[in-house]
């Protein structure tokens, strides 16, 4: 697995990566993190794949974030 590119985020870090035929996109925030995983024959491009990821996904990520954050803060 190898690291190919990052989306810049004020407050998420989020990488691409590249392994066999499939795009990994991890997004991190504090300790918690959160992987999608794409096939390389469902996404054209690297630059495909940015476009995917729109503000909107990035957004509900986000969301889930708050929510993995607040079941950590339970335990």
């Known amino acids: 697995m190898r690291i190919i590119d990052s989306i810049p985020h004020p407050s998420i870090t989020i990488s691409i990566f ?4 499939k795009y990994m996109v991890k997004f991190e925030a504090g ?5 999608f995983k794409f096939l390389t024959s469902d996404v054209k491009s690297v ?3 940015k476009k995917k990821i729109s503000p909107e996904f990035i957004e509900n990520t986000r969301k889930r974030f708050n929510e993995m954050f607040l079941q950590m803060k339970d335990i």
Do not use: A, F, S, V
């Open 31 to 35: 300790m918690m993190e959160q992987t």
């Open 18 to 21: 590249q392994m066999n035929d």
């Open 47 to 49: 630059e495909d794949l």
